[in-house]
């Protein structure tokens, strides 16, 4: 059944007869620089099967040995989400055939996960949301299986097989696409921030699998899920998950029924297809690993990570909204990123203070220019401390905010500081009350039709008058002192 765009049917159906239930499944590549069981390099780009040891091709009688930094980024994980770090944890082998899998079974972890609970905070609009996880768990992925550059037959690059990942499962607490969008993103960064993936999603470091069913409003039980697998943008997961819903309410208001299935998504033609029919727990024989004893994380352990966890995003936003006086979505944008937190911190502190000041430096000019450049904030031309010198010459009305821009664009151009460019352009702003009286007067003066109208109560002949005074000073002059002149010698 093919279902494209969003009827005016569907609209009126989905408001008033159906819930949708979501839950994500998510694998986060772990920054080791080595595999999970073997010693092989987790460099992406290389040759196929360059990076491809004895353990990862499954050779007779080689044997795996547990990555400690893969353990202790799930720990960190752990603990970040408020989740239950195991003592105990076990690895099972997940039985399946399948070409790039050169063992016939995934080393994962079933029973007994390394994590387990916690919760995800995100903001939605307006509202605030949170996503209770089930589990986290360490397993190592598969190969990857080459269909384009053979014809008629498929190639097998295994330079992925046992790469670490993390599988964060969360319950079905989602209940719309743009939610689970945002419980994506602040995943996303939460990874990123405490540094146990790169979250390039291009490369495959992080990437969905989303658990998509719908149930008729007021029911209780859950509907039959289907569940769309490797999604790896955030433009995907929308459009997967809008496109499976109205599948599924559709078919169901047709009378059909939906099959619990594996669909892919295909973002030519913005729908999902069926892959192959859901397995569950039971058609992989879980059984625990003979090769690999418990992994035993003692309390030591788990307190050293926490004592090296830096402040989180949540505890970060609060604190900048009280100490620092920002609105909530201003420090929602500041803590999206790490690196970009740590840009903003580093500035107040130069500056001083003026932290709504900083704020909106960083949120407006900053970000405009990195989004020119194509550049991440840890590469940006104009660095934290030349930001604050620059913002001192605003505090101090050295510079009107239209100065200041220019005086930035040039620093960002490699002109130099900003006390540099001042100097060397004379952009030094004019707060000179009897020099702007002049200036005023003589605008006054060569403009009485405009005065007229002001004086006729047209609050845009004011402004006019106003952009007169600054463009006979070259933008120079000091806005508020102009405001002010011109409202006492027009009686203001």
Partial sequence: MAVRGRSPRFEGIMTAKWEVVIGLETHAQLSTASKI??????????PPNAHASAVDIALPGVLPVLNRGAVERAIRFGLAVGGHVQPRSVFARKNYFYPDLPKGYQISQYEIPVVQGGRVEFVVGDAQKSVRLTRAHLEEDAGKSLHEDFSGMTGVDLNRAGTPLLEIVSEPDMRSAEE???????????????????????????????????????????????????????????????????????????????????????????????????????????????????????????????????????????????????????AAILTAERDVATYYERTVAALGGSARLAAHWVIGELSAALNRSGVPVASAKVGPEALAGLLKRVEDKTLSGKLASTVFDAMWNGEGDADTIIAARGLKQISDTGALEKIVDDVLAAHPAIVAEVKAGKEKAFNALVGKAMAATKGKANPGEVNAILKRRLGG
């Fill in 180 to 330: 689970a969008v945002a419980y994506a993103k602040a995943l996303h960064a939460l990874v990123r921030w405490i540094d146990i993936c790169d979250g390039n999603m291009q490369e495959g470091s992080f990437r969905c699998d989303a658990n998509v069913s719908v149930r008729r409003a007021g029911d209780e039980a859950l509907g039959t899920r289907c569940e769309i697998k490797n999604l790896n943008s955030f433009r995907f997961i929308e459009k997967a998950i809008q496109f499976e819903v109205r599948r599924q309410v559709e078919l169901i208001d047709d009378g059909g029924t939906v099959v619990q299935e594996t669909r892919l998504y295909d973002p030519d033609r913005d729908e999902t297809r069926s892959m192959r029919s859901k397995e569950d727990a039971q058609d992989y024989r879980y059984f625990p690993d003979p090769d690999l004893p418990p992994l035993a994380i003692d309390s030591a352990w788990v307190a050293r990570v926490q004592a090296w966890l830096p402040e989180l995003p949540q505890a970060m936003r609060a604190r900048m909204v009280e100490r620092h006086g920002l609105l909530p979505h201003e």
């Fill in 37 to 46: 069981f073997s010693g092989a390099s987790t460099a992406f780009g290389a």
